[in-house]
Nanobody, 120 residues
Framework: QVQLVESGGGLVQAGGSLRLSCAAS????????MGWYRQAPGKQRELVAV???????NYAEHGKGRFTISRDNAENRVYLQMNSLKPEDTAVYYC??????????????WGKGTLVTVSS
């Protein structure tokens, strides 16, 4: 019913930048919080950043000052600008959205992830 598709991952050298994008589509009435999570090999999935519909943001400590989350409510998109990347940022990055569907149910949806690899 609802699909989230991430893009923008890739290989980058330490100190470089990447911009991730996530597009939500399907039977969407509105979207509450949208966020980015990541999962490194052998580790649990962790929060990167979250943004409310009105634009309030919250960042995990590891990304503060380097990452910026933003969204386009009209396009049902969320972005993550990542600067000053470090090898420890290497992970699969997942988009998450709290979607109010067109039958007024609220559910959490996940994308399939996009791989970010930061070389030293």
């Amino acid at each position: 019913q609802v699909q989230l598709v991430e893009s923008g991952g890739g290989l980058v050298q330490a100190g470089g930048s990447l911009r991730l994008s996530c597009a939500a589509s399907g039977r969407i009435f509105s979207i509450d919080d949208m966020g980015w999570y990541r999962q490194a090999p052998g580790k649990q999935r962790e929060l990167v950043a979250v943004i409310t519909y009105r634009g309030s943001t919250n960042y995990a400590e590891h990304g503060k000052g380097r990452f910026t989350i933003s969204r386009d409510n009209a396009e049902n998109r969320v972005y993550l600008q990542m600067n000053s990347l470090k090898p420890e940022d290497t992970a699969v990055y997942y988009c998450n959205a709290q979607v109010v569907t067109d039958n007024y149910n609220t559910m959490a949806y996940w994308g399939k992830g996009t791989l970010v690899t930061v070389s030293s």
